[in-house]
């Protein structure tokens, strides 16, 4: 399912979407049963325009969020090339590639590999663009992206787009945010509660089509079932307190339909002052990645 921005209504994931088992390919298992997601954005009370693009996968896996930032609807331009060509690319490898392949110069699995670069791509495209049309110029946007395989996640975020994990009644935030706000944090100018009151909080020091190249920071951790992965853009975290993003999904964590409406509610109740989306998995079985030989065997009793 894709969400675009500026559609106000959440959808769940896991409508109309026919997964096709890809000759060969390492990953012919989809996650569909294994994952439950949904994915919600909310232009706000303030704005005009949802500059914010969300996506689910939920066959193969892959949660996108992307927060457009420039003048006129550039914003929206930038979030939207942003999740697009992220979705395209990284469907299509997956479905063609064995990821089971360790990568032994990088030291990363493959499928960190194939998000990594297709952020990379992202941004190539996004700068191009932002170039060569005077619309866009300016244009760029934050991305946070993850990818589940083998029962691990790979997280990937440039800006200040935010994934947070729960795990056994613990919320945590795993990506730190690429903004003046918290280098001044990891500086000592402000603790981590002053910077929540903080004025100047969107300043971002990395964003997707603003440099030809972009650093792409990136983690592997191992999931677990039962654990809850958030996605949101900043229209949420500066809006809402992570002890009540905690609260929400401890209060409604059977339906994650009703979590993520929960949350944008409350950002709205608090002002709303941005564009408000969230995307969020939770783990219901584990994942192990399937070998070849293990299709091979399979294969011979289809």
């Given at each position: 399912m894709l969400a675009y921005a500026?559609?106000?209504?959440?959808?769940?994931?896991?409508?109309?979407?026919?997964?096709?088992?890809?000759?060969?390919?390492?990953?012919?298992?989809?996650?569909?049963?294994?994952?439950?997601?949904?994915?919600?954005?909310?232009?706000?009370?303030?704005?005009?325009?949802?500059?914010?693009t969300i996506a689910v996968d939920a066959d193969i896996g892959l949660l996108v969020l992307a927060d457009g930032m420039g003048g006129y609807n550039a914003g929206e331009v930038a979030s939207g090339i942003a999740v697009k060509t992220i979705v395209n690319l990284v469907k299509e490898q997956v479905e063609r590639e064995d990821l089971n392949v360790q990568d032994r110069e990088a030291g990363l699995s493959r499928p960190t590999i194939i998000l990594r670069?297709?952020?990379?791509?992202?941004?190539?495209?996004?700068?191009?663009?932002?170039?060569?049309?005077?619309?866009?110029?300016?244009?760029?946007?934050t991305v946070v992206a993850?990818?589940?395989?083998?029962?691990?996640?790979?997280?990937?975020?440039?800006?200040?787009?935010?994934?947070?994990?729960?795990?056994?009644?613990?919320?945590?935030?795993?990506?730190?945010?690429?903004?003046?706000?918290?280098?001044?944090?990891?500086?000592?100018?402000y603790s981590a509660e002053e910077a929540q009151r903080a004025a100047n909080k969107n300043y971002v020091t990395r964003a997707l089509g603003v440099e030809p190249n972009v650093d792409v920071e990136i983690q592997e951790v191992p999931v677990n079932k039962g654990e809850v992965f958030i996605l949101c853009s900043d229209g949420l975290s500066d809006m809402v307190e992570d002890e009540d993003i905690h609260l929400t999904?401890?209060?409604?964590?059977?339906?994650?339909?009703?979590?993520?409406?929960?949350?944008?509610?409350?950002?709205?109740?608090?002002?709303?002052?941005d564009n408000v989306s969230v995307v969020m998995a939770h783990v219901m079985d584990a994942f192990p990645a399937r070998t070849k030989i293990f299709d091979k065997i399979l294969g011979w009793f289809g």
């Open positions: 500026g559609s106000n209504r959440g959808r769940e994931s896991d409508a109309n979407h026919n997964w096709r088992a890809a000759g060969g390919s390492g990953h012919s298992m989809s996650l569909r049963n294994k994952l439950r997601c949904v994915g919600m954005t909310d232009t706000g009370k303030v704005r005009e325009h949802n500059e914010d670069d297709a952020i990379h791509r992202a941004n190539k495209i996004i700068y191009q663009t932002a170039k060569t049309q005077p619309q866009c110029e300016g244009m760029g946007t993850a990818l589940f395989f083998d029962n691990k996640i790979t997280i990937a975020h440039v800006g200040d787009s935010r994934l947070y994990r729960q795990r056994s009644d613990k919320l945590e935030q795993v990506t730190m945010d690429h903004s003046l706000l918290q280098e001044l944090v990891d500086r000592g100018f999904i401890n209060t409604f964590s059977a339906n994650l339909d009703t979590v993520a409406k929960q949350l944008i509610q409350l950002a709205n109740d608090n002002g709303g002052r």
